[in-house]
C-alpha cells in the first residue's frame, strides 16, 4: 500500500514561483507514475504534469513552459516547481500516486495566484 503526503503551496503573486512536493511511503517500489492535478472551485480536477517511474514526464498545455516535474529517488519525493505563475492557476492542487494495487492521493494543497 502506497501512503502520499504533500507540502508547499500558499498565496504568491502574479509571475512568481511555488514548489510542491509529494512524498510517498510504504510499497513505494509499486508506483507506476505520480501525477499532479488541480481542481478550481466548480471544475473537474485536471491533470497538470505527470512522471513514470522511467522517468518519463507529460505535461497539460497550460503547465508547459512554465513547470517543471521532477523527482528525487532516494528521498521518494516528487516535485513540482511552478514558475510565471498566473491567476487561472489558483486552485486546490493534489498529488496522486498510481501503482497495480491502487490509487493514493495526498491531502490537497491551496495555490492562490494574485494579480
Known amino acids: 500500500q502506497v501512503h502520499v503526503v504533500q507540502s508547499g503551496g500558499g498565496l504568491v503573486q502574479a509571475g512568481g514561483s511555488l514548489r510542491l512536493s509529494c512524498t510517498a511511503s510504504?510499497?513505494?517500489?509499486?508506483?507506476?507514475?505520480i501525477g499532479w492535478y488541480r481542481q478550481a472551485p466548480g471544475n473537474r480536477r485536471d491533470l497538470v504534469a505527470s512522471i513514470t517511474s522511467g522517468g518519463s514526464t507529460n505535461y497539460a498545455d497550460s503547465a508547459k513552459g512554465r513547470f517543471t516535474i521532477s523527482r528525487d529517488n532516494a528521498k521518494n519525493t516528487v516535485y513540482l516547481q511552478m514558475n510565471s505563475l498566473k491567476p487561472e492557476d489558483t486552485a486546490v492542487y493534489y498529488c496522486?500516486?498510481?501503482?497495480?494495487?491502487?490509487?493514493?492521493w495526498g491531502q490537497g494543497t491551496q495555490v492562490t495566484v494574485s494579480s
Open positions: 496522486g500516486a498510481f501503482s497495480k494495487g491502487g490509487d493514493a
Open positions: 510504504g510499497s513505494t517500489f509499486s508506483i507506476n507514475a
